[in-house]
């Protein structure tokens, strides 16, 4: 039975996701909800996100929600199945690592990079409200710092934790935002050596790359949802 | 060799891995950091944690970081070497649901949990700021709405995930915190919120745990 996954592509959590079934070989649907707005419905609450959000995941009669634990249940389930890409090693000790460095994703990477890209991208599209330039300057230091700990972390490696893992999948949607959708700030990524070729190198994986620029054409156009 | 923890036991993410440590029966030594300032200490950045956090723990050589991961990794490690409990399933399915919960927690229940924690507990004590009520109406607010949505979680159940597990830990010890602030009628108002609270309170390890808490919080006024 395929899995089925629901949310918008262009949805960086659900991008997340996407970017896992390729990593490690399986087919999916993707779903599309019927609107944003449909994600409040007593239906969509009662059946498939509690808290109202996507990506949500069906495989067979399993229902399991938030991006990175649905990541880590399919590297869990067919990690070494389809092909030999290993997303979390076997080793419990570089699995913990792999797990740290995606809680750093989502504790200080992720929240500067959605403040600017909510401003530049969102804030006018969806809210017609103009973007804050205090906000996009108070993001853009937050970010400068997060990303000079992470140029150290890169320090004599490829990836984070040395092979290529989770850690690194976690942050490419919302790094693509900044440096392939909103392209403003990029700098921040290009003036760092090691922050530069660790970017260049996950968006020249096959998987990767084909699926950020899908999402690319959504935040270009003027379409609504 | 013993496991070290560094992190204050008051601040909950240092909370959250003792308990994990006592309900996996392992021995630990806990090394509170120099001063809080300290955290942001070259060494201490270069050493224990890149982002001057707590809690950083050592098991022999190995280092790692952040609350939740650190609890993931010992009880992959660890679990069922010393005792029974089973904080993660083996059950791939059942895990996911775990990880899942887990998420919740850090997403939605923690955020208006946290902001409470910082006005109830830490604005005075720590950084002579009055309590803000505005900001504790908020979170209040959030924070029901969330547990209206816990409330449902646990409908027939005596845990989120079944039975107990790493999903209902993570968030014991600012429960713990924001409960005993004069906030108690947030889970006490919904029936299954309150029966899983009282279930989780009768834990030994939290038992203990709080009880370690409430005479740190005592004694910082003397």
Redesign the interface.
């Known amino acids: 039975m395929t899995i089925k996954l629901i949310g918008y592509s262009f949805s960086g959590p659900v991008l997340r996701v996407i970017l896992c079934l390729k990593e490690l070989g399986l087919p999916y649907e993707l779903e599309p909800p019927a609107s944003y707005q449909s994600l409040k419905d007593e239906d969509y609450i009662a059946n498939k996100h509690?808290?109202g959000k996507m990506p949500v995941l069906f495989d067979g009669d399993?229902r399991?929600?938030?991006s990175?634990?649905?990541c880590?249940?399919l590297v869990?389930?067919y990690q070494g199945k389809h092909n030999d890409t290993i997303l979390i090693p076997n080793d419990?000790?570089k699995?913990?690592?792999v797990?740290?460095f995606?809680?750093?994703e989502?504790?200080?990477y992720d929240p500067p990079i959605s403040k600017l890209f909510y401003q530049e991208k969102v804030a006018k599209r969806f809210l017609n409200e103009e973007p804050d330039p205090e906000i996009i300057k108070q993001a853009r230091e937050e970010l400068a710092k997060?990303l000079d700990?992470y140029e150290?972390?890169l320090e004599g490696k490829e990836y984070l934790n040395g092979e290529y893992s989770l850690a690194d999948l976690a942050p490419c949607p919302s790094t693509y935002y900044i440096c392939g959708i909103v392209t403003t700030h990029s700098d921040l990524w290009d003036s760092r050596p090691n922050v530069k070729n660790w970017w260049n190198r996950l968006y020249n994986r096959d998987g990767i790359k084909k699926s950020l620029e899908e999402a690319k054409s959504f935040w270009e156009s003027s379409e609504n949802i």
Request: charged fraction near 20%; hydrophobic fraction near 40%; charge should be positive.
């Open positions: 509690p808290f399993f399991i929600t938030e990175r634990p649905i880590r249940y869990s389930k419990v000790h699995a913990g690592l797990d740290q995606i809680s750093y989502l504790s200080y997060v700990v150290k972390l």
